[in-house]
């Protein structure tokens, strides 16, 4: 599977996987210079880093500058050239803990433009699950679902179980559950749900 990992200002770290690829969204790009990772590309408007700093990387990245003035946001555009390029797995690094807007910005990302796309910041990701059973590793302290649409939802091997539940987008109460062994089993009857694992 072709991975890429899209860096932006607010992602200190990210995950550092064999084989895959970088690309810096604005000043993250920064980020993975600092850490010895020469991204693939850099897109953005650019507005968060300086002059020098900008003529700096551009002459040894591949830069899509776009204007400030835009309907897109640089994570936007980021995951629209990823797609573009073929990856089939996208991790948006640093998602999480900055302006509240941009946190929901980047969460309808995912929710309605590439429910394949995954949120990840330190401590915590975020991710889609569809129809079907899917398995979770007991990695995150806290694991919290949100229906994206009415859905059927059982779950087994957690705190709190349910079978054949069915919630709708305006329930909060499957929040803060966890897993009790290795894994947890999540079944999806139908409809889809925002999955979202954290320790903090």
Known sequence: MKTVILVTPLAKR?????????????????????????????????????SAQLEQIKNSIDIEKEPVMKAETDSQ???????????EQIILAGAF??????????????????????LWD?????????SGVHALK???????FFALEPTVLSLH???YPLEKRRIVPGDIYTIS?????EEGTI?????????IMTNK
């Open 187 to 195: 079944i999806i009857e139908s409809g889809s749900v925002l999955c």
């Open 14 to 50: 990210f995950p550092v996987m064999d084989g895959a690829d970088y690309i810096g969204v604005d000043a993250g790009v920064l980020h993975l210079l600092g850490q010895g990772i020469m991204p693939v590309l850099a897109v953005g408007d650019f507005d968060s880093m300086t």
């Open 77 to 87: 555009l980021a995951l629209m050239l990823a797609k573009e390029r073929g990856y």
């Open 177 to 181: 559950n966890s897993i009790l062994d």
């Open 157 to 159: 091997g957690f705190l």
């Open 97 to 118: 803990g900055g302006r509240i807007d941009h946190t929901i910005a980047n969460l309808r990302l995912m929710e309605y433009q590439d429910p394949s796309l995954i």
């Open 122 to 130: 330190e401590g915590q990701i975020a991710f889609c699950l569809k």
């Open 138 to 144: 007991n990695e995150y302290r806290n694991v919290s």
